[in-house]
């Protein structure tokens, strides 16, 4: 299976609560975490949420 990088590139201070929570579920608390994620519906729809905040990468 076919997995991504996702890196937190912008603070999470004045987000939102459910757009926070998100990002903790995906493993990036502060700029610069870095955490690899399956490539499936779940992951896209939490990257969809945060990819304002996120960048993303081929693993």
Known sequence: ????????SKSLIGSKKDQIAT???????????????????????KVAKISHLIEVFKA
């Open 1 to 8: 299976m076919e997995q991504v990088k996702v890196r937190l």
């Open 23 to 45: 990002a903790h579920s995906l493993g990036l608390k502060k700029i610069g975490d870095e955490n690899v994620q399956p490539d499936n519906e779940q992951t896209k729809g």
